[in-house]
C-alpha cells in the first residue's frame, strides 16, 4: 500500500541522513529523496491509484512527511555551513577575478556631451517634468485649442477633462514646456535667461526615425537686443562642435506658433554623406527647429515683449546623436533595443 510505502521511505530518508559525512553526500541525498524526479515525488504520483476514500487520508499523509523531511533537511544542513577550506589551501599569488565593467548608454554619452558644449557658452543646464499641464505644453506656446498637436493621436493624454485653470494634464511632448516655466522664475526682476532644458519626452511615433519616448535638449535665450544672428551664431558653434566641420547645415522657413521668424534646422547626414538613403531620404536629416521667441510666449512668461526679445531652439539627443561621424547607425530604435551586442560598441 501506498500509505505504507511513504513511511518506510520517511524512516530509510532519516536514517540515511544521520549518517551523511560532509556536503557532497548531503546534496546527492537531498536531490534523490527531495528532487523532482526523487522517491517521494514517485511516490506521490501514484496517488491517483489509491482508492477514492482513501485518496484524501494518504494526500495528508504525504504532504506531512515532505514537511517533516524538509524540516530534518535544513537541520541537517546547518552543519554543511562552515567551509572546510583553510588558509593552506588559498594561493594569494594568484590574480583576483575581475568584473564586467559596464559602460554610458549612447544617449547619455551625447546628454553629457551637449551639456559641455552649450555650457562653455554660458548656457545653465535645467530640466522639467516628463508630466505637464496642456497649458505649458501648448497654451502658453501660443498653439490653440484645434492645433494638430492637441489632438491625441498626436500626444499622450493622461485625463480625458479639464483639470483645473491649467488644463489637461499630458506627457510632455516637447521641452518648450519649460520656456515659460523658466521665464515666471525671472520675469519679475527681468533677469537675463540662457537656459539649456534636456529632457524625456513623448508622442505617438515610432518608425526609423521616431522613438514613443525620447530625449530633447532646449535652449532658450531671452534678454534686451537678442537677435537673429546670435541664434544663427549660436547653432553654427554647435554644429561644428559636435558634428565637426566638414559637415554642412541649411536652414528651412517653418512655421512653429511658439517663434517667429521661425525655421528647421537640418544638417547633411552622416550615414550618405548628402547623397540620399533609406534614413534620410534626400541626403538631408533634420535635427530640429529653432526661431525668435514670440511675443506671446514672451508675455506669458512675463515679459514685456516691447523691451525683451528672446530666441529658443529645440533637437532631439537621439537623432543628433545619430548624425554624429561613422557611427552608421541607420535605424534610431536601435538605441532602445536592449541589445548587448549592439551596446558594447559604445
Not at 75 to 93: C, H, P, Q, R
Not at 320 to 338: A, E, H, T, V
Amino acid at each position: 500500500m501506498l500509505k505504507e510505502k511513504l513511511e518506510k521511505l520517511k524512516e530509510k530518508a532519516i536514517n540515511e541522513l544521520t549518517q551523511v559525512k560532509d556536503s557532497n553526500s548531503f546534496s546527492l541525498l537531498e536531490i534523490h529523496i527531495l528532487g523532482r524526479k526523487g522517491e517521494l515525488a514517485e511516490l506521490v504520483k501514484q496517488l491517483p491509484t489509491v482508492p477514492v476514500k482513501e485518496r484524501p487520508e494518504v494526500g495528508a499523509l504525504s504532504n506531512e512527511i515532505k514537511r517533516e523531511l524538509l524540516k530534518c533537511f535544513e537541520e541537517k544542513k546547518k552543519d554543511f555551513n562552515v567551509s572546510n577550506t583553510t588558509v593552506s589551501d588559498i594561493d594569494i599569488t594568484l590574480p583576483g577575478i575581475r568584473h564586467a565593467k559596464g559602460s554610458l548608454h549612447p544617449v547619455t554619452w551625447a546628454i553629457e556631451e551637449l551639456e559641455r558644449i552649450f555650457t562653455r557658452l554660458g548656457f545653465v543646464r535645467v530640466r522639467y517634468n516628463e508630466v505637464e499641464w496642456d497649458y505649458y505644453a501648448f497654451e502658453a506656446l501660443n498653439m490653440p485649442k484645434d492645433h494638430p498637436a492637441r489632438d491625441e493621436w498626436e500626444t499622450f493624454f493622461l485625463t480625458d477633462h479639464e483639470v483645473g485653470p491649467l488644463g489637461k494634464i499630458v506627457l510632455t511632448p516637447h521641452t518648450s514646456s519649460g520656456q515659460v516655466r523658466e521665464m515666471e522664475k525671472y520675469s519679475k526682476t527681468g533677469e537675463p535667461i540662457r537656459m539649456m532644458n534636456i529632457s524625456k519626452c513623448y508622442r505617438r511615433q515610432i518608425d526609423i526615425s521616431h522613438t514613443p519616448m525620447f530625449h530633447q535638449f532646449e535652449g532658450l535665450v531671452v534678454d534686451k537686443d537678442v537677435t537673429m544672428t546670435q541664434l544663427l551664431g549660436t547653432l553654427d558653434y554647435f554644429a561644428k562642435e559636435f558634428f565637426g566641420s566638414e559637415r554642412k547645415v541649411r536652414l528651412r522657413p517653418y512655421h512653429f506658433r511658439f517663434t517667429e521668424p521661425s525655421f528647421e534646422v537640418d544638417i547633411t547626414c552622416a550615414l550618405c554623406l548628402g547623397k540620399g538613403c533609406s534614413y534620410c531620404k534626400d541626403g538631408w536629416t533634420e535635427l530640429g527647429g529653432a526661431g525668435m521667441v514670440h511675443t506671446n510666449v514672451l508675455k506669458a512668461g512675463g515679459y514685456d515683449a516691447k523691451h525683451y526679445s528672446g530666441f529658443a531652439f529645440g533637437f532631439g539627443v537621439e537623432r543628433c546623436y545619430l548624425m554624429k561621424n561613422n557611427l552608421n547607425i541607420g535605424d534610431l530604435r536601435q538605441l532602445y533595443s536592449n541589445d548587448i551586442r549592439f551596446l558594447k560598441q559604445f
